[in-house]
């Protein structure tokens, strides 16, 4: 029983992706005076008695997301694109799921918790995660909303010390702060809800 967290680089697995990111923060670490770093995307695999679940965000790649556990939507740049799929994300509690690129994660993974309860609890919030605008600081919390967002937020407010957790060395996981300080602003003991039983999926 526990939480695993996992850190892929960027567009692990996909040139084009990795090559924007590595774009951006060439562009943001001019703008810092600093070094450009290495950028991670976070995944979780939590463990309880029902099974193994994959919790991650990813892009919306069709209309089967209860396949994959989804618990939740938002959109991606504006709100108003979230209209179309291709400007949609998705938060996936997948059981059995498969995190794209695992192979690649760097010092990972790291246990977060053994304790069934906190593994329960960061299942059981899921669907209380904020559907903020992907991309956007919409509640001027410093930094941009995002994937990393959604993991921090979700570790936080479990009640685990997500200050102690930092990306490999030389490595940035942008939008992690966001999702703490947004967390922080939240009632000290969120609403729990009972973890709905969901049929098990394979990956292909």
């Given at each position: 029983?526990?939480?695993?967290?996992?850190?892929?680089?960027?567009?692990?697995?996909?040139?084009?992706?990795?090559?924007?990111?590595?774009v951006?923060?060439?562009?943001?670490?001019?703008?810092?005076?600093?070094?450009?770093?290495?950028?991670?995307?976070?995944?979780?695999?939590?463990?309880?008695?029902?099974?193994?679940?994959?919790?991650?965000?990813?892009?919306?790649?069709?209309?089967?997301g209860?396949d994959?556990?989804?618990?939740?939507?938002?959109?991606?740049?504006?709100?108003?694109?979230?209209?179309?799929?291709?400007?949609?994300?998705?938060?996936?509690?997948?059981?059995?799921?498969?995190?794209?690129?695992?192979?690649?994660?760097?010092?990972?993974?790291?246990?977060?918790?053994?304790d069934?309860?906190?593994?329960?609890?960061?299942?059981?919030?899921?669907?209380?995660?904020?559907?903020?605008?992907?991309?956007?600081?919409?509640?001027?919390?410093?930094?941009?909303?995002?994937?990393?967002s959604?993991?921090?937020?979700?570790?936080?407010?479990?009640?685990?010390?997500?200050?102690?957790?930092?990306?490999?060395?030389?490595?940035?996981?942008?939008?992690w702060?966001?999702?703490?300080?947004?967390?922080?602003?939240?009632?000290?003991?969120?609403?729990?809800?009972?973890?709905?039983?969901?049929?098990?999926?394979?990956?292909?």
């Open positions: 029983m526990g939480i695993d967290l996992y850190w892929l680089p960027l567009g692990a697995g996909g040139n084009f992706v990795r090559l924007n990111g590595r951006y923060e060439a562009i943001k670490a001019r703008l810092d005076r600093r070094q450009a770093c290495d950028l991670y995307h976070s995944a979780l695999q939590v463990y309880v008695p029902e099974g193994r679940y994959v919790v991650e965000n990813t892009p919306v790649v069709d209309d089967l209860r994959r556990g989804v618990v939740a939507e938002g959109p991606v740049g504006v709100r108003w694109a979230g209209r179309w799929r291709m400007f949609r994300y998705e938060l996936r509690r997948w059981r059995d799921g498969a995190i794209a690129d695992i192979d690649e994660a760097v010092d990972s993974p790291r246990r977060l918790s053994g069934l309860s906190d593994a329960r609890h960061i299942l059981e919030l899921m669907p209380q995660m904020p559907t903020l605008v992907w991309g956007r600081d919409e509640l001027k919390a410093g930094e941009m909303w995002n994937s990393n959604m993991i921090s937020w979700l570790i936080a407010r479990t009640g685990l010390d997500v200050d102690s957790i930092k990306p490999p060395a030389g490595g940035r996981a942008p939008g702060k966001a999702g703490v300080v947004v967390a922080g602003r939240e009632p000290a003991v969120a609403p729990r809800r009972a973890l709905r039983p969901m049929p098990a999926r394979h990956a292909k």
